[in-house]
């Protein structure tokens, strides 16, 4: 009997199989008595702490008895995305204009089906402005001479199923081509791992969207596409029977006339996603509280997933605190750290708060280099051994280290790093760091 089978690295869940995971996780954690669950609640991380004591409030208005923290409060709310069922554009638009999200242009469509002769102009140029076009033409089957694209910026792809497009491809060219972002795109895209929209017009960012070659034909379809940056307002000119499309820098607006029964659907894509706008400041905050940011490039559940080991590791007393200390003492003597007087009883959460997220490299330009110190910093810290911080990434499913032939490659990196570190712009105290934690993972070269 043949059965067809699907590796996890190549599946794609579908809304109703994420829902159901996590439910069924929830669920089972809750029956276990692991975990006290309060959906619908709010909480408000100003509030004042008495003897550990946390209020939340309910949303439909029953009372909820304070909750004790007995180890940390987590902090789960500050890469938060601001999707567009849940901001309003961040401009004006007058009152008799079509402006619907994504989620109901697909409720629209399942309710009433396709209102003939509509045209749409999608607003943005992020995954969910992608995704929003693909759908137009593949399950609503709208002709792209119907649909607009208002691209404020082009952005890089990250194309999917090509043997160099995996999360790690980007970090990774950045320091191939000394840290030269547009040299590390380039290649990339002659690679084929990157993909974008015009190879005419020269994308100015990368936030890590995933498409399909499929997918990114479909886009290509779009033959009407404005380039003039960001939409400022959205004006109805009942007088002139047209709606006023302005723009940033006073670029020239877009006339859409209403005569002869003209429609249109503004589809709004233009949230901010995870760059929220809040303020990520440190993960291991206090003995009392961790924030969960990013360690890694995506996908994100690996950032989390590792900060739990590490904050499971500081608890039950396996990190290797010793060198952290080690670390710490270099930046300390060259880079004018001021460490408490008493830097050899530092805490497991000391060393946390000032190695992870808080050792950059060569200043902002290096930024994306932040991914590979930090996978570094968590293998050599997790635990006295190196190896089981890094034999953990290999069995987590979560991580690439997971899939069959995929090498982790951080002692060549650091080592590339150093050598590299005129180029770089690396302070002494950085290259000493870093070959110090080079040293420390050599029994991983080759891995």
């Excluded at 500050?78 to 999707?83: D, I, M, Y």
């Excluded at 404020?152 to 840290?179: E, F, Q």
């Excluded at 003995?287 to 490039?297: G, M, N, R």
Aim: glycine letters at 6%.
């Amino acid at each position: 009997m043949m059965t067809n089978l699907t590796l996890p690295w190549n599946h794609r869940a579908t809304k109703k199989e994420i829902l159901a995971y996590f439910k069924k996780i929830v669920d089972g954690w809750v029956r276990k008595g692991q975990v006290t669950y309060y959906p619908r609640c709010v909480y408000d991380f100003k509030q004042e702490i008495k003897d550990n004591l946390h209020y939340l409030s309910s949303l439909n208005g029953n009372r909820i008895d304070p909750v004790k923290v007995n180890v940390k409060l987590v902090n789960g709310v500050l890469g938060e995305c601001k999707v567009p069922s849940r901001c309003s554009v961040e401009f004006p638009v007058d009152e008799g204009v079509n402006v619907v999200t994504p989620n109901e242009l697909y409720q629209n469509h399942h309710r009433n089906g396709n209102p003939m002769g509509q045209q749409y102009i999608i607003l943005g140029a992020g995954k969910t402005a992608m995704d929003t076009i693909v759908y137009l033409q593949t399950q609503m089957k709208i002709s792209p001479d119907l649909i607009r694209w208002i691209i404020p910026n082009d952005v890089w792809m990250m194309i999917r199923g090509t043997s160099h497009g995996h999360p790690w491809s980007y970090p990774r060219a950045v320091l191939k081509c000394n840290g030269d972002i547009e040299k590390a795109c380039a290649m990339l895209s002659n690679q084929g791992s990157f993909g974008c929209l015009d190879d005419e017009v020269q994308p100015t960012r990368f936030r890590f969207p995933v498409v399909g070659k499929d997918e990114l034909l479909v886009m290509r379809k779009i033959r009407n596409v404005l380039r003039r940056g960001r939409v400022t307002s959205i004006k109805m000119k009942q007088e002139n029977k047209v709606i006023v499309v302005d723009f940033e820098s006073e670029k020239q607006p877009i006339f859409l006339p209403l005569e002869h029964g003209q429609k249109y659907t503004f589809v709004h894509c233009t949230s901010p996603g995870p760059f929220n706008g809040n303020d990520q400041k440190e993960l291991f905050v206090s003995e009392k509280e961790l924030d969960l940011v990013l360690l890694f490039a995506p996908p994100i559940s690996l950032s989390m997933s590792c900060l739990a080991k590490l904050e499971s590791a500081r608890r039950e007393g396996t990190m290797d605190i010793e060198f952290g200390r080690k670390l710490l003492m270099i930046k300390s003597n060259n880079c004018e750290l001021e460490l408490r007087s008493d830097e050899n009883h530092l805490t497991e959460n000391d060393i946390l708060k000032s190695l992870l997220c808080g050792f950059y490299v060569g200043g902002d330009k290096n930024a994306m280099l932040q991914t590979i110190i930090n996978l570094a910093m968590f293998i050599a810290l997790v635990d006295n051994d190196p190896m089981v911080g890094y034999k953990w990434l290999t069995v987590n499913r979560l991580s690439m280290l997971a899939v069959p032939g995929f090498k982790c490659g951080i002692y060549d990196d650091l080592n590339e790093m150093v050598v590299k570190r005129e180029v770089l712009g690396l302070s002494n105290c950085e290259s000493e760091m870093l070959t110090l934690l080079s040293n420390r993972l050599s029994l991983l070269e080759g891995k």
